[in-house]
């Protein structure tokens, strides 16, 4: 791999707005929707990639690889809060709690779904991809990217609850 040629750099550029979107559909907020575009598009420059590889593609693949390496990372600072820098401005309102609350089923039903029905759902259903684009993406058959999305969908039904 190799720096991004100027072919591969203005497809990436073209491609910023729907992967920030994703970026959205995985992490829930702006901020680290923002965040994790950031980083992405800092990897994709700094280790470039593959001549062969279709630009759009890699950096969905490389974005959800981050994203993955956040979870972990955010999983080990929740089981050890000591080690972690808390910097966090608490607002006591019943309306941030409720939100919170919120929040947190969503997320918690969404942890509960595996990785890769995480992904192929929020690439379909919030990146608006065609289930061919995402079968594409996520280097499968259309049929497994039909089957993901439906024991998705009946999984966070199960998991959802925001009481």
């Avoid at 969404?110 to 029905?117: C, G, R, S, T």
């Avoid at 996520?138 to 969908?153: D, F, K, N, Q, Y």
């Amino acid at each position: 791999m190799s720096a991004l040629k100027d072919s591969q750099r203005e497809a990436l550029m073209a491609e910023l707005g729907g992967l920030r979107r994703y970026c959205y559909s995985l992490t829930g907020n702006a901020a680290d929707a923002d965040d994790l575009l950031q980083t992405t598009v800092e990897k994709l420059l700094q280790k470039g990639m593959p001549e062969d590889a279709h630009p759009a593609k890699w950096s969905y693949r490389v974005c959800k690889n981050v994203w993955i390496d956040e979870l972990r990372a955010r999983s080990v600072r929740q089981r050890y809060p000591a080690l972690a820098d808390e910097d966090d401005e608490s607002h006591s309102t019943e309306e941030v709690a409720g939100g919170e609350r919120k929040l947190e089923a969503v997320s918690a039903a969404l942890e509960k779904l595996p990785d890769e029905q995480r992904l192929t759902l929020t690439l379909v259903t919030v990146e608006g991809k065609t289930y061919a684009e995402a079968a594409e993406i996520l280097e499968v058959p259309v049929g497994t990217v039909m089957s993901r999305i439906a024991r998705a969908r009946k999984n966070l039904l199960q998991h959802y609850s925001p009481d």
